[in-house]
């Protein structure tokens, strides 16, 4: 059972452009959702991070929107750069549950 | 500062031996975890250890599977009588807060190929 799902497995986007990278949960207890950036042959690196309380979480070029009542959370990218080139894994966890539920990821592709 | 080490990085065994995984985690950090990816699949949990305890082990696949954490520090992850469709990157994530809401910070990994 995928607890968090995220429907796209690949982006690509123009430099200079946003991406959008979505995401979807079905457990309700989660109330604390991560995305973290994977390069190869490298671990994930943690991005940002929105609690349940908020429904948006900016920093920098990256802002994460929460939608609870659809079980739906977007991290925005903008503007893109070739850096950000990578697979973007979504997370997420509830107090008292120590463990992150991932995603499968999306591989986003900036494209020059 | 030092970040969370792994060793080793690439482990290619048979299926039938037993392998051992080792993790550093970022000093002071009290909370570790183990992962692991499988191809084309998202990070699965396998256990969380505080201190040297480990009070969630619900991730682990089978009883082939134990890990073990001493001095709150190193960990050993260890793969008895490997299968083949226990290949996969094993990432290992430190933090310094529990609770659940924790960043939790990662290894590069062990990828591990069995024959």
């Known amino acids: 059972d995928q607890q968090v799902k995220q429907n796209s497995p690949s982006l690509s986007v123009q430099e200079g452009r946003i991406s959008i990278l979505n995401c979807d949960y079905t457990n309700s207890m989660f109330d604390y959702f991560l995305w973290y950036k994977k390069y190869p042959a490298e671990g994930p690196t943690f991005l940002i991070s929105i609690s349940s309380i908020k429904d948006k979480n900016e920093d920098g070029r990256f802002t994460v929107f929460l939608n609870k009542s659809a079980k739906h959370l977007s991290l925005h990218i903008v503007p893109s750069q070739p850096g950000d080139s990578a697979v973007y894994f979504c997370?997420?966890?509830?107090?008292?549950?120590?463990?992150?539920?991932f995603g499968t990821g999306t591989r986003l592709t900036i494209i020059p | 500062g030092a970040g969370v080490s792994q060793s080793p990085s690439n482990k290619v065994t048979e299926k039938g031996k037993d392998v051992e995984l080792r993790c550093d985690p970022i000093s002071g950090h009290t909370a570790l975890y183990w992962y692991r990816q499988s191809l084309g699949q998202g990070l699965e949990f396998l256990i969380y250890f505080q201190g040297n305890s480990a009070p969630d082990k619900s991730g682990l696949p089978s009883d082939r599977f134990s890990a073990e954490r001493t001095g709150g520090s190193v960990s050993t992850l260890t793969i008895q009588r490997t299968q083949q469709e226990d290949s996969a990157v094993y990432l290992c994530a430190s933090s310094s807060q529990t609770g659940g809401y924790n960043e939790q910070f990662f290894g590069p990994g062990t990828r591990l190929t069995v024959l």
């Open positions: 997370a997420a966890s509830y107090f008292g549950n120590e463990k992150l539920t």
